[in-house]
């Protein structure tokens, strides 16, 4: 929100402008940047949910899932409704027909597609979309790699640098943690810059899920996706804490749990311009 406080006081003003300059180019239709990606043929599916619970014992009401859809340069291409549902059966197979939908559309425009999902996923939601992916993975006639990763930013591991007197690992860093998982550092210290002006986060968690060959699609070209994309974060200059893929949908994952709790109809998210771009 950009109110008449801000724009008159010359100060606050300064800080401001670049991003009210950015939200009018984006709203007319603009793309605000770009970074590098490891392959110009490759797609990035946010999967999220928000479930709408009541009562003192959690009980979910209606289930919702929907995804976000950039490509690996970290450009903003579509949300979609996954599913939705009053009961859980339901639910899940509506997420089975529609992701199974998705991946063989996408197949045969991409070379590659990533599906990173968010911590909140349940077991259950999980386990429908590995078993999708690898179905689609073995009837894919295009040659496109599949594979699923996913994010936790909330997990119980830290590491320290003793390379540096701050400790801090340096940006990029991973740890490999053996059967597909990882350590990844999107902030950190820079080699030709050690200080430490802020808080550093610490790690996000990776599971990898490969259904692929590693000749399709390898270890280090996910971790570099993944790296990438969170220095793509629209939202504001420094912040790159989570790649826009998880980010975004935890923004719109947040807002749509908003709707639900004030029994409002959830908007047409098909034709929906993210607020954040």
């Known amino acids: 929100m950009c109110s008449t406080e801000v724009i008159a006081d010359d100060y606050a003003l300064q800080w401001s402008v670049g991003n009210i300059a950015l939200q009018i180019f984006c709203k007319a239709g603009g793309q605000p940047w770009k970074v590098r990606p490891t392959d110009e043929h490759s797609l990035i599916i946010g999967l999220s949910q928000s479930h709408k619970v009541v009562g003192a014992d959690h009980r979910v ?3 919702f899932a929907f995804s976000i859809l950039t490509d690996s340069s970290g450009l903003f291409q579509s949300i979609n409704v996954v ?22 559309e996408k197949a045969a425009e991409f070379k590659k597609v990533v599906l990173h999902t968010s911590f909140k996923l349940k077991f259950e939601e999980m386990q429908v979309i590995q078993e999708v992916v690898r179905a ?66 610490g790690p996000t968690h990776l599971s990898f899920l490969k259904v692929s060959e590693e000749k399709l699609i390898g270890d280090e070209q996910i ?25 975004f949908c935890h923004l719109v994952a ?8 004030r029994n409002l109809p959830l908007p047409q998210l098909h034709d929906f311009k993210p607020w954040f771009l």
């Open 61 to 63: 009401e209606k289930y």
């Open 83 to 104: 599913a939705e549902g009053s009961d859980k059966e339901t639910y899940l197979d509506q997420m089975r027909t529609n992701l199974q939908t998705m991946l063989k």
């Open 136 to 201: 689609e993975a073995a009837n894919s006639s295009a040659q496109c790699a599949f594979a699923v990763v996913k994010v936790n930013q909330r997990n119980r591991f830290f590491a320290v640098n003793r390379a540096v007197n701050s400790l801090v690992p340096y940006e990029g860093s991973y740890v490999r943690l053996g059967g597909g998982e990882f350590l990844i550092w999107f902030e950190g210290i820079f080699r030709n810059n050690p200080n430490v002006k802020k808080v550093i986060p």
């Open 223 to 247: 971790l570099q996706d993944l790296v990438n994309l969170s220095g793509a974060n629209w939202r504001g200059f420094n912040a790159k804490s989570a790649p826009v893929s998880v980010f």
């Open 254 to 261: 947040e807002r749509l749990q908003e709707f639900q709790q």
